[in-house]
């Protein structure tokens, strides 16, 4: 998905004070009754929330909307669910929307203020309504029985890039995009063959419009069409279904998919109780699932997970077709999201939302940040750039710099914030912790997996494990390319005049707001040692990075080489990007494909089989930010949800990534 920037919806307001579109010359509702004609075209047609009822299978009901608008849609659908108690955690409803022209959110309270009867559920949308940034929101409500995926940008540049699977995805669609003959970009014939694509065997669509040409792309696609009664005094609309007998063809890379497992049990082994593993076990009880985590150290968050406080902002660069970027923009905001639910739960852990000041403190940095800047050009909600007086008035201090302003950025105590997670799940769904235990091998017979100590003895068992114990797994699975590089961090003492920094600053190092009488200075970046003693000269070297950069601060902040501090081993990849998702069977996958140097046709291939083996990890020393995001992915895969991530993007993650690469180049025997 290409970078395009955001343009917002531009409205005017009709006389009767309901909105109305400039860019495409069309009402966004019935000036009759907006209301009651969504439920009647969309609710009524689709015949929901009573399909949901009845929906059987053990996986999201999916709705895909095309054209957001104000969200009425999916108000009306959530209202209609809760008020039939249709939904439950094996059973959750998914809405799917894309938008090209999101609404701002004072234009989208407005028109929201007209429907008194959604009023509760308009202000949940609108606390939580996302930043007008391209990609893939996921907003998730009532603990994960609701979620939202919003997606901003060109429904012709989305659509190809959802994932798909052998029996589709969706299960009902919403056409909601303006009139054909005033949007015609969107009814385009590629939009009704990926609708195909995506449809699950009887999915359902419904559209106010009765056009010819709506009629004649949907049944050449495969769909049957019928006209019925329109609402109120429009004579027509359509609606339809696809046949179950229909088959349906993928347009991704077969290798990459990642079928679900067929399991009796919802229950998961995660291996690691740092942020990856326990992050898992938090998504997945929103799910229904158990698990069980096993740490072999006597606490949460005993590796590299350990740091008394870790900062939190994006990592970025200044292109957006750089895959960092696109990962980590989505996933700082996939983060964001899940620290404040918990915090709205009353989860208690230390952190603060103080914002974070990544400062160019070298010529070269202070360009390449600037160039971040004006040629990303986020939303100031979540990038703004700050001079040299702006950085000092934010932070508290005569930093003599400037550089970029994250302001929901901050810092997070992990240790704390992964017993927040596990203590979150256990309100969801039973979660055992197993702690001292050390998994030396993991075997699987009938469908059933499980971790074995030294002696060869069972620890547990489940039908699907999670490797996200960062570099260990790869002595559980050889074949995952994970390497470590050390890293140490300090922890001085505050002063009075440090004391007076109020949010978290980055430099080529990073320093943290006073906690506990305590900041928090680092870190080394060493790939060539895995010792984890603490060391005087690492202190030095921090107070070193310190004092180049930052040399006001360096002046009020001591750091004697006796400075208490800790050590880790980041986890890291060849390509600097996680390791997430299934991880199929590393000698099959071989045999499967061990011709694509070949350059046979994709088609001519089928996906691997699914392993119930999934990985989180290589996430470096951005695990704060990436771990949640990981999560989410895998928690699709193991329940047949859409994921929330572009086909592309969750191909740069697949652990099988290194293979096809080896493969490609006839690397591999």
């Given at each position: 998905m290409t970078r395009s920037a955001i343009t917002p919806a531009v409205l005017e307001w009709t006389?009767?004070?309901?909105?109305?579109?400039?860019?495409?010359?069309?009402?966004?509702?019935?000036?009759?009754?907006g209301l009651q004609e969504s439920q009647y075209v969309f609710l009524q047609q689709n015949q929901l929330p009573q399909r949901i009822l009845t929906h059987a299978e053990q996986r999201p009901f999916t709705?895909?909307?095309?054209?957001?608008?104000?969200?009425?849609?999916?108000?009306?659908?959530?209202?209609?669910?809760?008020?039939?108690?249709?939904?439950?955690?094996?059973?959750?409803?998914?809405?799917?929307?894309?938008?090209?022209?999101?609404?701002?959110?004072?234009?989208?309270?407005?028109?929201?203020?007209?429907?008194?009867?959604?009023?509760?559920?308009?202000?949940?949308?609108?606390?939580?309504?996302?930043?007008?940034?391209?990609?893939?929101?996921?907003?998730s409500f009532n603990h994960g029985l609701v979620q939202l995926q919003l997606w901003f940008g060109d429904v012709a540049q989305i659509l190809p890039v959802w994932s798909d699977a052998p029996t589709g995805f969706i299960d009902s669609w919403f056409l909601d995009g303006f009139a054909p003959a005033r949007n015609p970009e969107m009814w385009a014939p590629?939009?009704?063959?990926?609708?195909?694509?995506?449809?699950?065997?009887?999915?359902?669509?419904?559209?106010?419009?009765?056009?010819?040409?709506?009629?004649?792309?949907?049944t050449t696609a495969g769909f049957v069409v019928e006209k019925v009664a329109g609402f109120g005094s429009k004579r027509e609309m359509l609606r339809g279904h696809w046949p179950d007998e229909s088959t349906r063809t993928s347009s991704h890379a077969p290798w990459f998919n990642s079928l679900a497992p067929a399991v009796k049990e919802s229950h998961a082994l995660i291996i690691g109780g740092g942020l990856a593993g326990?992050?898992?076990?938090?998504?997945?009880?929103?799910?229904?699932?158990?698990?069980?985590?096993?740490?072999?150290?006597?606490?949460?968050?005993?590796?590299s997970s350990g740091n008394r406080q870790g900062a939190f902002y994006p990592l970025l660069t200044r292109h957006w077709r750089d895959l960092s970027t696109q990962f980590y923009l989505p996933a700082f905001l996939t983060?964001?999201?899940?620290?404040?639910?918990?915090?709205?739960?009353?989860?208690?852990?230390?952190?603060?939302?103080?914002?974070?000041?990544?400062?160019?403190?070298t010529p070269n940095s202070h360009t390449r940040l600037s160039q971040i800047a004006e040629q990303l050009s986020l939303p100031e909600d979540l990038m703004q750039w700050v001079s040299a007086a702006q950085a000092e008035a934010l932070s508290g201090l005569n930093l003599q710099c400037a550089g970029l302003w994250f302001p929901n950025g901050g810092w997070v105590s992990p240790p704390q914030l992964c017993q927040a997670l596990l203590s979150a799940a256990q309100q969801h769904t039973t979660q055992t912790v197993l702690f001292g235990q050390t998994v030396q091998q993991l075997?699987?017979?009938?469908?059933?997996?499980?971790?074995?100590?030294?002696?060869?003895?069972?620890?547990?068992?489940?039908?699907?494990?999670?490797?996200?114990?960062?570099?260990?797994?790869?002595?559980?699975?050889?074949?995952?390319?994970?390497?470590?590089?050390?890293?140490?961090?300090?922890y001085p003492t505050a002063t009075d005049e440090s004391a007076l920094l109020k949010t978290v600053l980055c430099h080529e190092g990073y320093v943290t707001p006073a906690w506990e009488d305590m900041h928090c200075v680092g870190a080394t970046y060493d790939p060539e040692e895995t010792s984890l003693q603490v060391?005087?000269?690492?202190?030095?070297?921090?107070?070193?990075?310190?004092?180049?950069?930052?040399?006001?601060?360096?002046?009020?902040?001591?750091?004697?080489?006796?400075?208490?501090?800790?050590?880790?081993?980041?986890?890291?990849?060849?390509?600097?990007?996680?390791?997430?998702?299934?991880?199929?069977?590393?000698?099959e996958f071989?045999?499967?494909?061990?011709?694509?140097?070949?350059?046979r046709a994709a088609a001519q291939y089928t996906a691997p089989t699914a392993s119930g083996l999934y990985v989180s990890a290589g996430h470096g020393s951005r695990g704060l930010i990436s771990a949640p995001l990981a999560a989410e992915i895998i928690t699709a895969q193991l329940t047949g949800g859409m994921q929330p991530l572009a086909v592309p993007l969750l191909q740069a993650l697949a652990p099988q990534r290194f293979w096809v690469r080896q493969l490609k180049r006839a690397q591999v025997g």
């Open positions: 006389e009767q004070g309901h909105p109305y579109s400039t860019q495409f010359a069309d009402i966004y509702f019935s000036n009759a009754d709705i895909a909307e095309l054209g957001f608008g104000s969200g009425l849609n999916f108000l009306l659908t959530w209202q209609a669910c809760l008020a039939n108690n249709a939904l439950t955690p094996q059973r959750p409803l998914h809405y799917l929307a894309i938008e090209k022209h999101p609404l701002k959110v004072d234009d989208l309270a407005k028109i929201l203020a007209t429907w008194p009867s959604l009023q509760d559920l308009s202000a949940i949308l609108l606390a939580h309504y996302p930043s007008l940034v391209q990609g893939c929101h996921v907003l590629t939009l009704y063959q990926h609708m195909a694509r995506l449809s699950r065997p009887h999915a359902q669509f419904s559209t106010f419009t009765a056009s010819g040409q709506v009629r004649r792309g949907l326990c992050h898992c076990a938090y998504s997945l009880s929103q799910r229904g699932w158990q698990c069980t985590v096993i740490e072999q150290q006597t606490q949460l968050a005993g590796g983060a964001l999201r899940c620290l404040q639910q918990l915090v709205a739960q009353g989860a208690s852990f230390a952190h603060e939302f103080c914002g974070v000041l990544q400062l160019g403190v075997s699987r017979h009938s469908g059933i997996w499980q971790a074995l100590d030294q002696y060869g003895q069972v620890i547990a068992s489940a039908p699907v494990v999670i490797l996200a114990n960062a570099y260990e797994a790869s002595y559980l699975q050889p074949a995952l390319p994970l390497a470590t590089v050390r890293g140490q961090v300090s060391r005087v000269s690492d202190n030095i070297s921090n107070a070193n990075s310190l004092a180049r950069s930052l040399s006001a601060l360096a002046a009020v902040l001591p750091l004697p080489e006796e400075t208490p501090a800790q050590c880790g081993l980041r986890c890291v990849t060849p390509d600097h990007l996680p390791i997430v998702g299934m991880v199929p069977d590393y000698t071989l045999q499967q494909y061990g011709d694509l140097a070949h350059g």
